[in-house]
């Protein structure tokens, strides 16, 4: 009777190692896939922006920097299409009677209605370049439309432009007074310089 008793409690105490050790692998492995979905959200890399490249053009000067910009960022390109499209004579500066000029003269002439104001997927864009040629020191006035029809709450703007010799801040101040809701960053005149170079020192910048 002894050795069956003894035989008993041998069992029971091998089954009471059992359970512990089945219960402390459980918990390690528990404790584990904790510690890795940490690790794995915390490696999580930050949501990519999304960059869009609005540009103006007459010359295809400010289209070739616009092209530049978009190959640093990855973003997309945006080219303004006016309904009313710009001749060669309606651009001559020097002459008073062309297009250009007498908007120039007459500020309410230039609401230039656009083809494509508001892009697709609007909402779905962090950050925002605008391009364009100085025409007497402010923005092509195509650029004020496009400004002007959007809602740049939430967004970093970028502004960018291209001159036959004026610099680019009074452009600058320009389009901000007309949505001062944007997050407006220092923009640059890129007539000569290395485009894709400034905009990957912007990129660095943490734009």
């Given at each position: 009777?002894?050795?069956?008793?003894?035989?008993?409690?041998?069992?029971?105490?091998?089954?009471?190692?059992?359970?512990?050790?089945c219960?402390?692998?459980?918990?390690?492995?528990?404790?584990?896939?904790?510690?890795a979905?940490?690790?794995a959200?915390?490696?999580?890399?930050?949501?990519?922006?999304?960059?869009?490249?609005?540009?103006?053009?007459?010359?295809?000067?400010?289209?070739?920097?616009?092209?530049?910009?978009?190959?640093?960022?990855?973003?997309?390109?945006?080219l303004?299409?006016?309904?009313?499209?710009?001749?060669?004579?309606?651009?001559?500066?020097n002459?008073?009677?062309?297009?250009v000029?007498?908007?120039?003269?007459?500020?309410?002439?230039?609401?230039?209605?656009?083809?494509?104001?508001?892009?697709?997927?609007?909402q779905?864009?962090?950050t925002?370049?605008?391009?364009?040629?100085?025409?007497?020191?402010?923005?092509?006035?195509?650029?004020?439309?496009?400004?002007?029809?959007?809602?740049?709450?939430?967004?970093?703007?970028?502004?960018?432009?291209?001159?036959g010799?004026?610099?680019?801040?009074?452009?600058?101040?320009?389009?901000?007074?007309?949505?001062?809701?944007?997050?407006?960053?220092?923009?640059?005149?890129?007539?000569?310089?290395?485009?894709?170079?400034?905009?990957?020192?912007v990129?660095?910048?943490?734009?």
């Amino acid at each position: 009777m002894r050795w069956k008793k003894a035989i008993s409690i041998v069992c029971m105490a091998l089954s009471l190692l059992a359970v512990t050790a089945c219960g402390g692998q459980q918990a390690a492995q528990n404790g584990g896939g904790k510690a890795a979905g940490t690790a794995a959200a915390e490696k999580a890399p930050a949501k990519a922006k999304k960059v869009l490249v609005v540009y103006y053009t007459n010359t295809h000067r400010t289209e070739q920097v616009a092209k530049a910009i978009a190959g640093e960022t990855g973003g997309n390109l945006y080219l303004l299409d006016l309904e009313n499209p710009y001749t060669t004579a309606d651009l001559d500066y020097n002459n008073k009677s062309s297009r250009v000029y007498q908007e120039h003269d007459e500020p309410s002439l230039r609401n230039v209605a656009l083809k494509n104001a508001k892009p697709a997927n609007w909402q779905d864009y962090d950050t925002v370049f605008v391009g364009y040629p100085i025409w007497w020191g402010i923005a092509a006035w195509p650029m004020d439309t496009f400004v002007k029809s959007n809602d740049f709450t939430g967004k970093t703007v970028i502004p960018f432009a291209t001159s036959g010799g004026s610099g680019i801040e009074k452009a600058e101040r320009s389009l901000k007074s007309h949505c001062p809701q944007a997050n407006w960053k220092k923009g640059k005149l890129l007539n000569h310089m290395d485009a894709a170079a400034w905009t990957k020192s912007v990129l660095d910048s943490g734009c």
